[in-house]
């Protein structure tokens, strides 16, 4: 365990998870301080309480000479290890961990961790549900809902812990060891961050590096580049497969999960559930072996799985206009995840997408965009780089905002397709986070009206030619 009392340690970091770690610091006797790259005005929602916690706080960047004085240094998600402060106080010595890894230090019940590009919270929060339908006291935190910090001395007041963990946070262990792993998926995303894919591809298989034969993982068989790293596990191996009957986990045969573990066989059916997409399917592969590893009973997991609801942002269904579902999936914010939501129609799709471009590979939706999008509608700052690439591949037209989107996607949508929202790309160019998008979407489809709008020239299909105007900076009117 880390010694703390009278020892300097840096806070990196001052969101949530940030404050809730220099608070229990403190409680440990540290000598805290903290420092935070954005201004002292844009945390206004952090002041107070800072200010109750007596910790001094350099503002507006990080300085050298803060860092490498410390005895230990702690990051908060998000905060990229690469920077040069952080790597000055490694080569001096300095211990530099994750918020996960110190809060792993206090943690005495057994940890599920849930990672992958694609359907993680999902995944954690049935899980989560599964076991408290049992019984058991189970805690849910990590990347959605409470940091891990808040779990840490928890005593006799949780059973489990049920954590999504992200690339980032994998970057800072050293000791972290969950007796369940569970690894979804790796699609490129957070190019914005990492210099090449095989970095990210890294920091998501550090989830199984410190577990040993007696410990749990579970894994996707169908993804090529989970499988490719399977030879690292040492923990006893579970899958899920779309395609493959496993002799070891979870299967779909089309209509039905089959789970077969430890030379039984059990059915799970799906009718009743509220759950929509193939992408869903796998998540409840993973979340019923999960949970049916880890104590649950089956008919707990199959109360659960009729009542859950899913997340809101994800395939999120927002209202019905004139025989046209619009969908809420905000929260697609990498082009893996937008696949996987347009694999979960057979509607033809009016696919808005756009936002912060991430500098992922485009290619994997080329085959989508030509058989299944009837149109696409761009926004934001990657809009150039995706009309290029993708703008021949079907009709495609450029808005200046979402709302613009909304009404020209209701404009030219007809009976029997699907508006869907999917941007495969952050939100911050436009919006402070997915959240903030997906609730400006929804409120731009409850404003139309049912009533069809008067065709506007300005919302007109553009060609080829003018996508190409758009991409060497012409603007089209």
């Known amino acids: 365990m880390i010694e703390l009392l009278n020892k300097k ?32 005005g844009e945390m206004k929602e952090v002041l107070q309480e800072l200010k109750e916690c ?36 490694l080569d001096d010595g300095v211990l ?9 230090q206090f943690i005495r019940v057994p940890i599920i961790a849930i990672t992958g590009t694609n359907g993680k919270t999902t995944t954690t929060l049935l899980i989560g549900e599964m076991l408290k339908e049992e019984g058991k006291k189970a805690g849910v935190g990590g990347n959605v809902g409470e940091p891990l910090i808040l779990f840490a001395d928890g005593g006799d007041q949780w059973e489990i812990l049920v954590v999504e963990v992200s690339s980032f946070q994998l970057e800072g262990i050293n000791v972290f060891r969950p007796r369940c792993s569970v690894l979804l998926n790796i699609t490129e ?61 979870c299967f779909f045969d089309g209509k039905e999960i089959i789970l077969r573990l430890f030379e039984m066989e059990e059915n799970y059916f799906l009718s009743q559930s509220s759950l929509k997409g193939i992408h869903n399917v796998e998540n409840m592969m993973a979340a019923i072996l999960a949970a049916r590893l880890n104590g649950c009973s089956k008919e707990a997991i199959e109360r ?14 927002v209202r019905e206009i004139g025989g046209v579902p619009y969908y809420n999936d905000s929260k697609g914010t990498n082009v893996g995840s937008v696949v996987k939501s347009l694999q979960s129609f057979q509607e033809p799709v009016i696919l808005i997408a756009g936002g912060k471009d991430k500098n992922t590979d485009l290619r994997p939706l080329k085959e989508l965009i030509q058989t299944r999008v009837k149109r696409m509608i761009l926004i934001g700052e990657a809009k150039e780089r ?12 450029i808005a200046g905002t979402l709302d613009e989107a909304v009404r020209l996607a209701h404009r030219t949508a007809k009976s029997g397709e699907v508006v869907l929202l999917s941007p495969a790309c952050s939100s911050f160019d ?8 997906g609730k400006v979407f929804k409120e731009a489809v409850l404003k139309l009206s049912t009533k069809s709008e008067a ?23």
């Open 9 to 40: 340690v840096l806070v990196v970091g001052l969101a949530r998870t940030g404050l809730a770690t220099v608070k229990f610091l403190k409680e440990k006797g540290a000598l805290v301080s903290t420092s935070e790259v954005r201004s002292e």
């Open 54 to 89: 007596c910790v001094s706080t350099e503002w507006g960047g990080h300085n050298v000479q803060t860092f490498v004085q410390q005895d230990l240094i702690i990051l908060s998600p998000g905060v990229d290890p690469t920077v040069e402060p952080i790597q000055k106080a």
């Open 96 to 104: 530099v961990i994750s918020e996960m890894e110190l809060a792993y």
């Open 189 to 249: 995303d957070h190019l914005d961050r990492y210099s090449k894919y095989e970095d990210y591809i890294e920091a998501k298989v550090r989830i199984f590096k410190n577990q040993e034969s007696e410990d749990m993982a579970i894994l996707n068989w169908d993804d090529p580049v989970v499988m490719k790293y399977e030879e690292r596990v040492k923990a006893k191996k579970f899958f899920f497969s779309l395609r493959e009957k496993v002799d070891e986990g």
């Open 304 to 317: 659960t799985l009729i009542r859950f609801k899913g997340l809101e942002h994800r395939l999120e269904f």
């Open 386 to 397: 995706m009309s290029k690439e993708l703008g021949a591949l079907t009709d495609t037209m």
């Open 430 to 437: 436009m919006f402070k986070d997915y959240k903030e998008r």
């Open 455 to 477: 065709r506007n020239p300005k919302f007109e299909t553009i060609s080829n030619d003018q996508i190409s105007n758009v991409n060497n900076g012409k603007k089209v009117s």
